[in-house]
């Protein structure tokens, strides 16, 4: 597999473990972080050191947007336990 194959497999992936957090808004962070050691704080954290990596600047609130699917606050007020 190519390289450019590869990377589009690993970010349609990475778009649906999105869709699948979003679908699972039941499942809390905290109930992530102690059965897998990550949360959706982590995937927004890994989202941006990786853009960094790539010079593309972006905001911690903007990459919690992407992975949350809305901005964070509105997720926390509407889910969050």
Not at 41 to 69: F, P, Q, T
Request: with cysteine.
């Amino acid at each position: 597999m190519d390289e450019v194959k590869k990377k589009e497999l690993q970010s349609a992936t990475f778009e649906r473990l999105l869709q699948h957090l979003d679908q699972r808004k039941d499942v809390q962070n905290i109930d992530l972080m102690n059965l897998a050691g990550f949360c959706r704080n982590c995937l927004s954290r890994w989202y941006r050191e990786e853009a960094e990596k790539k010079g593309i600047s972006i905001s911690d609130m903007d990459a919690r947007a992407h992975v949350y699917g809305m901005p964070y606050p509105e997720w926390k007020e509407k889910y969050q336990k």
